[in-house]
C-alpha cells in the first residue's frame, strides 16, 4: 500500500528559506538546499518549495535554486509560485523538479492545466487550491487568498482533476497559519469525489492533527511548514508516533 | 564512467544527479562507442511507453542494447522498455526480461497513477544487499510488469502484487525511481555499481 506521505513546505524569497505568519510578517528560517537535505535525512516523504519572490531577480535566482536542490536532495520535490505558462514549467523541470504546482495561473486560464499534463504527463502537475469558507460555501481564492473568485472548491478540483492534475494540493484559508488542526471534513469529501491524491495544507500544530487528517481526513499527504521549521515537531518524532497510530507512513 | 543513454526520454537529469551524489563520473550519450566503452549502462525512461520505444528505436540502439554484456540498469520506463510488451501502446519492447507489462486497474483503494513510497518485498538480488524486505521506495508509474521467473523484488498495489524489479544475466531493471528513493535508492544505486 502507498505510504501516507509527508511533505514540508518551504517558502522561498530570493533564494532562502522564509515563512509568512498568515502571509504576512516573513522571516528567514534558513537555507533552501541545506534544509532540504536536513528533511530528506530526517525521512520526510518528499518536499515543496514555494516561490514568494515578486521580482524578475527572484525568479531568476528560483530556477537556479531548483537546479541546486535537484543536485542536492534524493527525494521528490514539486515547485511553484508564479508559473503562468508551459514554458515557466519547462525550465523549472529542465532545472530538475519532479512536479511542478500551479494556483491563479490555472485558475484565469484552467487550459494550463491540460496543456502542462499533455506534454510532461499528470504526475507532474499539481494543482494547489486556495479556499475559504464563506457562508457555507467554499472559495476558490488567488493571489494568496487576497482576491476572491466565483469558483466552487469542489467543482474546481474536479475539473483540475479532468483536465489532467495528479494531485490537488488543497489549503484552507480559514485554517492556515491558526496551528489549530486541518479542515478535516474537507479533505474527506474532496477524497471521495476526486481519484487523484489529495494534500492537506493549513492549520497543522499538533501531531494530533497530522494523524487526524491522514486517517478521518482520508489525505493522502500532509504538508506543513511552521511546525517543522521551527523543530516544534521533529519529523523523526512525527513519523514514530503516526505508525503507533496504525497510519501507514515510510520509516 | 557510466553511460545514461540520451534518446530524449524526458527529464533524466536525476538520474545523472543521484551518480553524482554518489561520486560516480557518467555521461548523457547516444553513441554506440561510448555506450560499448562504459562500465555499466543506465536506460532511463518516463513518459508513455510506446513513445519512448518509438524513440529508442530511432536512435538506433536496441541491437547494441541487447548485445550488451556488462550490467546495464532499466528504471521506469526504460526497465518497461527492457520487457517483452506493453499494453501501453501496445507497443513491442526489447524482450530481454520475460514479462509482460499491464495497466492498473483504478480501485478505491488503488488510486493510478501508483504514486508514493511503498514497500519492497520478496528481494532477491545482490541489487538489494543489505535491504531488508518492506524498505520503501518511490514509484511513479500507471502501468506494470507482472510477475516473471525474471522477478527479484515484488511490490503491491491494492490488490495487484506486481514486479518492482527485475534481472536477466546482466540485465537489470527497477520500476521504482532508486534516484528519487532517498537512503534506499542511494544504496540500490550503489550495489549497481558495484556488480
Redesign the interface.
Known sequence: ???K?IIPCLDVKDGQVVKGINFEGLREVGDAVGMGVQY?RDGA?ELVYLDISASREGRHTFAGLVERI???I???FTVGGGISTLDDAARL??A?A?KISVNSAAIADPTLISRIADK????FVVVAIDAKCIAGRWTCTTHGGSRLTELELFAWAREAQERGA??ILFTSMDHDGTRAGYADAVYARLSEEL???VIASGGAGSIEDIRRVLTEGRA?AALAASIFHYGQIPIPQLKKALLEAGVNV?? | MIAIIDYDAGNIRSVGNALSRLGAEYELTADPARILAAEKVILPGVGNAAEAMARLRDSGLCELIKSLRRPVLGICVGMQLMCRDSEEGPVQCLGLFDAHVKRFRETPEAKVPHMGWNALGNLDSKLFKGLKGGSFVYFVHSYYPELCPDTIATCRHGEQLFSAALKYENFYGTQFHPEKSGSVGAAILQNFLAL
Do not use: F, H, K, W
Open positions: 500500500m502507498v505510504a506521505r530528506a516523504d535537484a543536485l542536492g534524493d527525494i521528490p523541470l529542465d530538475g519532479d510532461y504527463g499528470s504526475q495528479g494531485e481519484t487523484i491524491p493522502d515510510r520509516m
